[in-house]
């Protein structure tokens, strides 16, 4: 199979991660389909990923309509900013385009491989907060299915976008998604700026899961 | 190997405190080794050269021991024989949960986890089952370490523990105050508490098999991931899921000054 293929097989992003998982919590039938509160955002996506995972089709074509929600929901180009921060500015606007493709793409490619694991989970919305400066969090928990040893709370915050709130991070358990891969990204645009960055991305995404150390583990076992 | 994950319920929770995951990308290659430049890591973590060997040195205990056994039982035992340890090892961790819910000048929560021991130990036949939480008292977790923070404390420097993994100074310090009033260890024998111990671990990793792998996978520097994950979540468990202490911080991080000299 040639490579790219066997990528998109496995395309979930990290931040859809938890969408999926809040897909079996389409218990609100009767849910509104647009989706104007940050709230409604969080729930539709939840009942849309859940519609995807429970249909009859093949695992390439979930992924690939799960690809798509996520591209819909999230605000990738605020994330990416985000997640240089003040090396932003560092990045010549190739640079930035190439990043934000690179990086959506290495967040696929290493979250991609538990689409079969979801399904018996439930996700309950806890509530929501006003953030200082216009942002919404949207608290959730995650209860039962692959998850055995309790809840696992799940924050999304949001952000709006020509009239539009899209998500631009996932916390879980207090831990930022986007905070955990700045600090990271700092550390290596500090040894070879933005060029370094851009290569890590690309290599650990043409290295793909091949050569992740899981595969490699349950390969011994 | 430390307890509060048994409980601590959250992937990122485990992964940390067992922290033996595996490097992926750290471990495997040289640059990432090298230590961090940037004033704000040098702070938190000044100790980076001998916590990084730690790592590694976690890094391989675990894929060579821990994760392999954890893989084995988790295809043997049933998903009810894992779900009821974890609560056995959770409702032993009552007296630590109780006191230190006291020493934050939480009164009702140490009398719900009263509540949550007595129902669990008995009805729940000594904690295997935790009827409590589908009557409305979720297990909920404290440790000296929390305590600390509740009265003002930082958390210090950071810091790897050989086998038991990323802690702090606060955090390590919290750890040996609550080891007299942690169960497993005082009301029995070695030759009780070590086998104790190592099915607790075994459990526990087991739990989080998929999750570990995920993040050594996601991650471009798997130590730096598992340090900025640890320090967040302990954090988060201190605000309880709340706004973050350093709202400075927060508003760093979602409104971060990239506007200038931008075209």
Not at chain 1, 161 to 180: A, F, H, L, P, R
Not at chain 2, 1 to 22: E, F
Not at chain 2, 118 to 130: A, E, H, I, R, W
Not at chain 2, 173 to 199: K, M, N
Request: glycine fraction near 8%.
């Amino acid at each position: 199979m040639h490579p790219n293929k066997r990528w998109s097989r496995r395309s979930v992003a990290v931040f859809w991660a938890p969408l999926v998982l809040s897909g079996v919590m389409a218990l609100t039938p009767g849910a509104s389909r647009s989706a104007d509160s940050p709230r409604e955002v969080v729930e539709l996506t939840s009942q849309r990923v859940l519609g995807v995972l429970n249909s009859g089709e093949s695992d390439d074509e979930k992924i690939k309509r799960l690809e798509q929600i996520a591209y819909s929901t999230i605000d990738f180009d605020t994330v990416s900013r985000l997640v240089l921060a003040k090396n932003w500015r560092q990045f010549t606007p190739e640079q930035r385009q190439q990043f934000e493709e690179e990086f959506k793409r290495a967040l696929t490619v290493s979250y991609g491989k538990r689409i079969g694991q979801f399904g018996q989970e439930k996700v309950v919305i806890v509530g929501e907060r006003q953030e200082p400066l216009g942002d919404v969090t949207v608290q959730s928990h995650i209860v039962g299915g692959k998850v055995k040893s309790g809840d696992v709370k799940v924050d999304y915050r949001l952000r709006q976008k020509d009239g539009t709130w899209y998500v631009i991070d996932v916390i879980v358990e207090g831990v930022s998604i986007v905070s955990s891969y700045r600090t990271q990204f700092q550390e290596i645009i500090n040894r070879g700026g933005p060029d370094r960055l851009l290569a890590e991305l690309r290599d650990k995404n043409a290295r793909g899961e091949g050569l992740a150390p899981a595969e490699t583990t349950k390969k011994k076992i | 190997m430390k307890t509060r994950d048994t409980h601590g319920l959250a992937l990122v929770a485990a992964v940390m405190a067992l922290a033996l995951g595996s490097g992926g990308c750290a471990a495997s290659h040289g640059p990432h080794a090298e230590p961090s430049a940037t004033a704000e890591q040098e702070k938190i973590d000044p100790w980076e050269g001998g916590n990084r060997k730690v790592f590694s040195f976690n890094e391989a205990i675990d894929i060579h021991a821990i994760e392999p056994v954890a893989r084995g039982w988790n295809k043997i035992m049933p998903a009810q024989v894992q779900e009821s340890l974890t609560n056995f090892y959770s409702n032993l961790r009552y007296p630590v949960v109780f006191l230190n819910d006291l020493f934050q000048g939480k009164p009702g929560a140490a009398a719900l986890e009263t509540g949550r021991f007595l129902v669990n130990t008995t009805l729940g036949f000594g904690g295997f089952f935790d009827p409590a939480t589908t009557w409305g008292l979720p297990r909920h977790e404290q440790d000296f370490g929390l305590t600390l923070g509740h009265w003002g404390l930082d958390s210090g420097r950071y810091l790897m523990i050989p086998l038991l993994g990323p802690s702090s100074v606060r955090d390590l310090t919290g750890e040996i105050v609550d080891i007299p009033f942690d169960v497993v260890s005082i009301v029995a024998s070695w030759y009780i508490t070590l086998p104790a111990r190592a099915v607790q671990v075994i459990n526990t990793r087991s739990a989080f098999l998929d999750i570990v792998d995920e993040n050594r996978r996601a991650a471009f520097d798997y130590y730096v991931f598992l340090r900025d994950a640890y320090l967040h979540h302990r954090e988060s468990e201190l605000t309880e899921g709340g706004a973050p202490a350093r709202s400075g911080a927060a508003e760093e991080l979602y409104y971060p000054d990239t506007e200038k000299d931008s075209p």
